[in-house]
Every structure is written in C-alpha cells, then in structure tokens.
C-alpha cells in the first residue's frame, strides 16, 4: 500500500502534513473547506479550483522515485502479489511497474471522461485545455464537464479494486505500507482485512492507521524519511545492486536520498562517539 508520502520526493505535496501539505496551502482557491477541491458535487458547480491545481499537479512534470522504483524491485523478483495505490499521478507508470500488479485505488490522470454522458477522452485532450486555462467539457453534451478519472469524494473507487482486493487479502502473506495516514477509506481498510497472523511493516514518518509501534506480534514500525527507509531495507537485504540497475542514474530524488542517510549516519557516529566518550569519562 503507498500513499501521497512516496511522492513528495519529485516535488508532489501529501495532502495532510501540517504546513506543507496539500490541504493547507489551498487559500488562494477560495474553497468552503479544503476537501472540496476533490468533491465531485463541489466540481460541477465550480471546477475551475480543480483544473487549476491539476495544471500544477499534472504528472508529465515529476519523476518516479526510489519508493516506486522499490516497488518495481518487488516485482521484478517476483515478490509483489499487488501495489495498491493512493496516488493520482500515475509515476506507478512513469517506472514501469506491471500495470496487471498496480491498483490506483483513487483513479489517475491516465485518461478522462464527461462526467455527465460518460464519453472518454484522452489524457491529451484534457492536458491541452487545462493547460490553456480554460475548462474541459464534453464534445456531445457540450456543458458537460470533462475530468481526470481521479476518485472524487462522492464517487465510487474503481472497479479493479473491488474486483482484486478480497482475492488478495486472502493470499498476501506480508503487507508493507507506505507513506500514507491510512485515513482515507475504504483504501485505509486494507490494513486490517487482511489475515491476522499476516505481518505488517510500516515505512513512514508516524504512526498510521492500525499500527501499533509496541505490537511485536505482528507490526514493525519504520519511522522516517520513506525514501531513506527503502534505501537501508534494500541495503539490509543485499539488493541495492540490483535496484541501482533499474533506477535512472539522473535520479535526483536518488541522490537527495542518498545524501540524506549520508547525513544521519554521521549523526548516528557522532552521538555513538560521545556516549563512548562519556562511559570512558565516568569509568576514570
């Protein structure tokens, strides 16, 4: 399971971090409440807010990162039973990840349809027009709104994920979370329909959802940076080899990672230094 936290890397905002996030930063919309830039019955009397953030949010402007490219890793050792995703921005895509094993629970920006007659249209077609600052509507209903098949507040989640999801609570036998608060449901559910006796590993910067640092049982509690994280498992595991061949050599999210555990393993050294200094100190 990831969330939005896999993608703030390439420049994307979560949605719920105080201060950064997606849902803070929304005033110059002028929005009754935030969530409303997202709710269907909000967009067909006012889709302007929505068509301007997505010319902001439209995915041909970001990068996968290590955290996709760790799920391209999974796959590519035949570990992933499935990748569901929270995520709009299609980089599941950009990294070439088995789409038969992607889930984008919320929909994405991959194609389009008329929200009143149902008419498709291409993710070309609405780029186009959003990107010329005008509304996309519908060629045949003429007033009707044309949208990114993104899951709005109001609507139902896509067929693939209710078509595969209880077939994989069944078979999945460790679940790894990432980057994501785990409050958006029914996606959030995940976490707690599958089998009891299933592990489950959380990579992210707090506690989320039914996690529960203090239960051994069952839940290890990765906390941090989620791309600094998937570097020090894949490393752990022997695998970073292996994942430097599939992940661009320009990736700058790669290297901002990299430079980033760089920095805490000096920190961690020095602190280790200082205590041993101090236990020499008080031994005299």
């Not at 830039?37 to 929505?50: A, C, E, L, R, V």
């Not at 009143?116 to 609405?126: A, G, L, Q, R, V």
């Not at 009707?144 to 999801?165: A, S």
């Not at 069952?218 to 292996?242: A, N, S, Y």
Request: one cysteine or more.
């Amino acid at each position: 399971m990831t969330g939005a936290g896999i993608s703030v890397a390439a420049g994307i905002p979560d949605f719920r971090t105080k201060g950064t996030g997606l849902y803070d930063n929304l005033e110059k919309y002028n929005l009754p409440y935030a969530e409303a830039i997202f709710d269907i019955s909000y967009f067909k009397t006012n889709p302007k807010p929505f068509c301007v953030l997505a010319k902001e949010m439209w995915p041909s402007n970001f990068d996968p990162t290590p955290c996709h490219y760790f799920v391209k890793l999974l796959d590519q050792k035949g570990l992933l039973l499935r990748n569901y995703t929270q995520n709009i921005d299609t980089l599941e895509r950009m990294a070439e990840i088995d789409n038969e094993k992607v889930v984008e629970s919320h929909g994405c920006f991959a194609n389009g349809h008329c929200i009143s007659c149902h008419k498709e249209f291409s993710k070309e077609f609405i780029r186009d027009i959003i990107f010329e600052d005008k509304i996309p509507k519908c060629d045949i209903c003429e007033d009707g709104l044309v949208k990114p098949d993104i899951t709005f507040f109001g609507e139902g989640l896509p067929e693939k994920f209710h078509n595969l999801l209880p077939k994989d609570v069944k078979e999945v036998d460790l679940l790894i979370v990432i980057g994501t608060s785990l409050v958006v449901h029914p996606f959030a559910s995940i976490a707690t329909r599958i089998p009891f006796d299933c592990p489950r590993i959380l990579i992210n910067m707090e506690e989320a959802g039914p996690f529960d640092q203090n239960d051994k049982t069952r839940d290890v509690c990765l906390f941090g940076d989620c791309q600094v994280k998937v570097i020090e498992l894949m490393k752990e595991l022997d695998w970073f080899d292996d994942f430097k061949k599939i992940i661009p050599e320009d990736s700058k999210s790669l290297k901002e990672a990299l430079e980033k555990l760089e920095k805490l393993k000096t920190e961690n050294e020095t602190i280790e230094e200082k205590n041993i200094e101090k236990v020499e100190n008080e031994s005299k």
